[in-house]
Nanobody, 121 residues
Framework: QVQLVESGGGLVQAGDSLRLSCATS????????MGWFRQAPGKAREFVSA????????IYADSVKGRFTISRGNAKNTIYLQMNSLKPDDTAVYYC??????WGTGPYDFWGQGTQVTVSS
């Protein structure tokens, strides 16, 4: 089993930056493909970004491309989502996800509890 814990959310103004973190526990981190998703009030959950274990490949939703960057920590048991030039439309609960076989837009087997990001105009 894999446990994921997100942190780093908060209330910021448009144009500001935030860095989200997702720490894993419960099993070896090795081999886990990871992703970030978000869900705004009244909307379906949507894909934000993902990073593969094998090659460290990354992909992004068009809505965040050029503003968000996904990365792994040196110990590889943590991933980050650096969010720059935040917009009010980025307001959502952000979820970390992990899977041993799939990556990209998913589906993913393991999910964190989410962290709230609120961007005021």
């Amino acid at each position: 089993q894999v446990q994921l814990v997100e942190s780093g959310g908060g209330l910021v103004q448009a144009g500001d930056s935030l860095r989200l973190s997702c720490a894993t526990s419960g099993r070896a981190f090795s081999g886990l493909n990871m992703g970030w998703f978000r869900q705004a009030p009244g909307k379906a959950r949507e894909f934000v970004s993902a990073i593969s274990w094998s090659a460290g490949s990354t992909i992004y939703a068009d809505s965040v491309k050029g503003r968000f960057t996904i990365s792994r920590g040196n110990a590889k048991n943590t991933i980050y989502l650096q969010m720059n030039s935040l917009k009010p439309d980025d307001t959502a609960v952000y979820y970390c996800a992990a899977d041993l076989r799939r990556w990209g837009t998913g589906p993913y087997d393991f999910w964190g509890q989410g962290t709230q990001v609120t961007v005021s105009s």
